[in-house]
């Protein structure tokens, strides 16, 4: 699999790793270290052993994981496992077939970028597959596989619930479920909770138009601190990502904050 930038790179496609029964603690555990008590496996309903075990998969320098996860009109998020012995982490993208150049979201290593999606893009994504595509389709996994990229200051009081409910729908025992889903939306150990604008122009952007209906985000370190999400895509190709990702046309009204959630 060929991603731009990547050529060289020996990426697998392995959506397979989602059915180990320790991959949501090797995948998530390192993002509930916000509080005093150190994160355990058994949060997730899994043991030491195979928590290790994913890892191992997870970062397997010959073969780098790729997860995709289609969306709206082609659109896919794509997640890399960059395991260079040198500069390993976890890349996140946004990709279509016409496009030269895929639009950066976040990373997660020892030099960060992030955050990558508001709370409503996360959600809009997780809750609308594009079946014909190759990936990830399962609702509760969609979600859990962007988690690490949110951060978003205006997160609406039914996002612990959902996070509590993909976990459930994960394996998490109903006991453990709700205080991870906290633990997980707590303050990113990352980067801060921005806000995200829609209208008007980045102050970023040089006084350039923005690009309708494309958010961004104010931290300067995230990758999405101007409109133009993806670098060299025409303006109505800008447009369809907009739609795809529910942000225009604006489909939602003040004070709702995503598909079917009214705050």
Do not use: K
């Not at 390192?30 to 075990?53: N, S, V």
């Not at 006991?175 to 970023?204: F, M, N, Q």
């Not at 494309?214 to 133009?228: A, E, G, M, N, V």
């Not at 447009?239 to 904050?257: C, D, F, I, S, Y």
Request: charged share 20%; net charge negative; proline share 9%.
């Amino acid at each position: 699999m060929l991603i731009d930038g990547y050529e060289d790179a020996p990426l697998t496609t392995r959506e397979d790793l989602l059915s180990l029964p320790g991959f949501w603690p090797a995948y998530l555990l390192w993002l509930c270290r916000t509080g005093d008590e150190e994160p355990r496996p058994g949060w997730f309903g899994a043991d030491e052993a195979d928590t290790d075990a994913a890892i191992e998969a997870l970062t397997d320098g010959e073969r780098w994981p790729v997860f995709r996860i289609p969306f709206g009109a082609g659109h896919s998020v794509v997640v890399v496992g960059r395991n260079l012995a040198d500069d390993t982490g976890t890349d996140y993208f946004v990709t279509h077939g016409e496009w030269e150049r895929h639009g950066h979201l976040a990373s997660v290593d020892g030099h960060h970028a992030g955050p990558g999606l508001a709370w409503r893009e996360l959600v809009h994504i997780a809750a609308t597959p594009d079946l014909d595509a190759p990936g990830v389709h399962t609702h509760h996994a969609r979600l859990l596989l962007l988690l690490p990229v949110l951060g978003d200051a205006d997160l609406p009081p039914e996002a612990a619930w959902l996070v509590a409910d993909a976990l459930l729908q994960a394996g998490v025992g109903d006991d453990e479920a709700p205080g991870l889903a906290e633990a997980l939306l707590e303050e990113h150990p990352l980067w801060e909770s921005p806000e995200w604008t829609l209208a008007g122009a980045s102050p970023l952007s040089g006084g350039e138009d923005p690009f309708p209906g494309i958010l961004y985000c104010d931290d300067p370190h995230s990758p999405r601190c101007d409109t133009r999400l993806a670098r060299g895509i025409t303006r109505d190709q800008s447009a369809r990502l907009a739609r795809a990702l529910g942000t225009w046309p604006a489909v939602w009204g003040e004070g709702h904050n995503g598909p079917g959630l009214v705050g």
